[in-house]
């Protein structure tokens, strides 16, 4: 079908005020040209997400530690059903509300340049390789692959060179230069637009050298010219209105609205365009601009079967929401993003000892979550996890709150006592500690006041500290098991605990994909997908923008773990035949998944290709690292 | 052991500074007289409570309206089983942190006078007889049968005449005359008194006919004088500064200490009695009255076996706690305190139906636990009981938030329709709603910001209300389960539901007990504690303590649920022997606990006999009903 023409005709009926009308996220029906409400905002990050009951999979920066973007496509394709599922029972009201509808607002390709971002644990990163191929995996597996239509809507987003601060977004002028932009900040959205075709971008609320995000003329360029993205670009939430209340480059919001309609920004989430008749009537934005945006957007309504009886999606039924087979998906990814970062020998488990399972983070379900996540119906903490899982008694204390030293509620409560009480009466101690969804993300969203959803150093919350310390006293070997969406500073541990695991925020089967690992049910086979340094003092100001010392591919400093870095069970050979044939060779007893990466020196560190093989204990498997 | 005499020895080697220090609730330690310091504070309502991981059992007016004090105090029983074990590890440290004593400021006996009180939850009800034997049974199983020891203190607060407005509870003046004095608010004390021998009774907040609780000759004269108790009087956490501070009866905390003190108020919560050395160098208070407080407490403190080796319950050790046999008890007891209160023969599930589970308090942890609560380190919740127990298909949906209409985190998502598609899939739904112990607590605990931890009315929160009206809408057939620790008006649910069951806030085991209800492995033997009214409008002014017009004894109008009610899935016939002696045959076909009830007019509709018991299908048993 030629859903571009289509769209043209009914466009073509609409008069002036409709078409503006539809250039809002919240679109207006048109009863007499059978368009229903539709609103355009929804999001599925890691599952779908804000619409009650869904798969809740690990978060993004879990995946991407996977680095297995089949899994991940197929992590995607899971979401994508489920939020057809959902739209198809949901139309039957007759529109659409907030996070009911097919366009979906993910993924987040930005960069994790600094580990200080809230947001980084969004994303896939640090790398702009691993992000695209992770993303351009994620784009396929949401829009789907029937030849008509498509699925769902990805949306990559924010366009561009966003990553922080959160309390300064909405001004914020990022300054780069020629290759940092290319080479680190659109190198993603480059790759996913060549490998995906993602149906839209979402611009980011910052402004790049000057101009911003919503309305520039430069980075439209570069992505409808020099990259040919031919799908409809949509505003993030506010940003428009942006433009004059805090870029201060419109004098008011009708004059915000020309720009970035100008720009070609078709769709508004917010209200800036709202003020697009006041800008019509000014003179400030033509009915050619508005109409060319409105087919944008109707083709992507066409494409997506809205109005057509015959789109096979159609037959999608709720059934698929957290069905069996999700929720295995769901635990295998959960395994595969978990990174082990160091082991004295004392994982897996043997079975049968006594275990104390101790910190604010073992029966945390926000943990488990994320933010823009679902709601699982059932969810699994690591806690319970463990407690399923063991043969062995479980001594579990939580030993002291996330971050306060007297919470709320407690009453005076001083956990730590119980907390060395249950390790020393115990043969070893799984400590669980970290940071949570409310101590590193978005600005309004995240509670740690300071950052406004940053972190503000590397360090964990000074009441974990203490609590670590009394348990280390104990001379119990310790597991320490890391919840965060990014790096912290993990150099006493790597120093005195027997085994260190990073586990990021894991979704609801993350208690028993923890359990899988622990008690050597699967080996891990996470790598780490952002460095790991050892304080924030190595890094430059979190408000510069150049990657000169930063990440991997530029940071001169020794990083704790670095990027790539992770342990497993087993042991490998690789032996390469050429420059992308490898033979890997499991040298030890136990099956395992293998992540080849392919590091060069160009001229410096750059991720260039990565695979990831599943060898049997003591054979051999030859593999092709796809490296485009 | 002569322990008064020990006592009375060791105190004479007390400088007088000495014995001031130890009437504070964190006595310091006396090196020299082989004396660690000791923290007299701690909790145990409904488990040991804010001392990390215990049993929590389900709240004190759950556990009322199983109307069995047999199992109460068994309870209570593990309860102090738990304590001591915890107690004979928090030892080890050299000396106790809040929390970690012997010393349980527990039961709350206080009469549920008034629905709106947020407290009320934490009492046994409104019955004076019921809250008695309730309380006195809780009693002997915290402080054990031991002849020369006592496992734990029970403490019976609050002394006296206590109920609200929490917001005002610190400079109020409870207004009543003798009858309502004795045959209400003091009754339970004495019957608690009489049958169970408490070691300890904490002083209220508040002032009763103008004389602070904490330093009244007038109630003090009737507690030990009239009802005999020999024991130790504590003061609620402040309430002495109370005195000068918002009662003014006292012109300086020196005063307050020395009210309180020359009352009999042997340890003081709070920081006054640093003001016991100023009053005694102002001639406020003498040597011998301090002598005298501080015997008794030294006397408790050696029947708890702290100084001594050979007390049988230091052999109790951590085991104990969550054991196997405490989980059971648990959902036992949660079984027997959930109340049918409609049924039109959907109840039991025949199994296989698909269900759709719906509300904000279907999956949540919070109204388990109740307050003043431990943290299982298993839980389920009212969902997962129910999926675990359900063979056909569960769909969850939350609905709404439980009292938000926009929740801070949520971003604006709507969850009513997938509420509503939840109940269309499904064959039954079942609601679970109600409150949680957020909405209804103690002032400075509960967020429902205007009651200070009262409430406002007896309404479902207004979003609670438009999801009802949703799901009512779709026809299916809908199980109304109320969570709530106190009366909320079911008129629609009573009109509308196919039934109604109140399930209070039900401990770490709540979902299994409530599975066993639905699917008929229990049938419920629950009676309300209290009387669900129709409306608050029914109801006295809240500040009024007069009985008039309150409670079933006082309430001249139609309650919607008299105190007493509960339905059962089996039939019964009482036949009467004599006074005492019934005769109860299950005329159904379930196997069953049955609560027998005498309630006389004297002149007044009065409790006076209760007892439960257990009759298989088609048999007869013959009971004695306690009437003392």
New interface residues.
Partial sequence: MDFKKRAKELVSKMTLEEKMGQMKYNAPAIPRLGIPAYNWWNEALHGVA????ATVFPQAIGMAASFNDQLMEEVATAISDEARA?YN??KT?GDT????GLTLWSPNINIFRDPRWGRGHETYGEDPYLTGRMGSAFVRGLQGYDPVYRKTDATLKHFAVHSGPEGLRHGFNAEVDQKDLYETYLSAFRYCIDHAHPAAVMGAYNRVNGEACCASPTLMEILRGEFGFDGYYVSDCGAIRDIDMFHKLAASPDESAAMAANAGCDLNCGDAYVYLQVAYEKGLVSEEVITRSVERLMEARLRLGMFDDGCPYDSIT?DVVESPEHIALNREMARQSMVLLKNDGILPLKGGETIAVIGPNA?SQSILLGNYNG?P??YTTL??GI?EASSGK?????GCHLYKDDEP???????Y???V?AAK?SDVVILCMGLDPTMEGEQG?AFNGDGSGDKVDLELPACQKVLYEEIIKTGKPVIFVNVSGSCISLVRQDEECAAVLQCFYPGAEGGHALADILFGKASPSGRLPVTFYRSADDLPDFTDYSMEGRTYRFFKGSPLYPFGFGLSYTSFTENWLDDKTVEVTNTGSMDSWHTVLQIRDTPYPTLIGFTKVWVKAGETVTAVVKQN
């Fill in positions: 804000r619409s009650g009951t959902k029972e949901y009201f509300q907030i996070y009911q709720m029966d709601t119906s059932q806690l319970r407690q479980v001594n579990y204390a939580r509620g407690s009453c005076g409560e001083h956990p006592r119980e907390a009480l009466r969203d």
